[in-house]
């Protein structure tokens, strides 16, 4: 079982990039799944999850209405639109699923992925 995260990269501040989250080894279109973020020397946090239909989503208040998670089941994909970034949005962005509930805490993830960095420049 394998998430593969990618779409990271150097991004100007007001850029708006798309994470691409692949899951492979076991379909996961019936699982809540999540983006975190980690910054040097701070906690993991949670940015964005989403219910198994779409139908559901939730984000960390400093990303709202600037990232957009959503997810096609047919591709095992969950994508993170990012929007209107600022440099302190500047972290590996990881993916991962609850297999037991709706969490929004990263200690109630089962699977994750590798991460991948995004560093935004001003």
């Known amino acids: 079982v394998q998430l593969q995260a990618y779409g990271g990269g150097l991004v100007q501040a007001g850029g708006f990039p798309r994470l691409s989250c692949v899951g492979s080894g076991r379909t996961f279109s019936s699982y809540f799944m999540g983006w975190f973020r980690q910054a040097p020397g701070k906690e993991r946090e949670f940015v964005a999850a989403?219910?198994?239909?779409?139908?559901?989503?939730n984000y960390a208040d400093s990303v709202k209405g600037r990232f957009t998670i959503s997810r096609d089941n047919a591709k095992n994909t969950v994508y993170l639109q990012m929007n209107s970034l600022k440099p302190e949005d500047t972290a590996v962005y990881y993916c991962?699923?609850?297999?037991?509930?709706?969490?929004?805490?990263?200690?109630?993830?089962?699977?994750w992925g590798q991460g991948t960095q995004v560093t935004v420049s001003s």
């Open positions: 991962a699923v609850d297999l037991r509930g709706s969490s929004l805490h990263y200690s109630d993830y089962d699977y």
């Open positions: 989403i219910n198994w239909s779409g139908g559901r989503t």
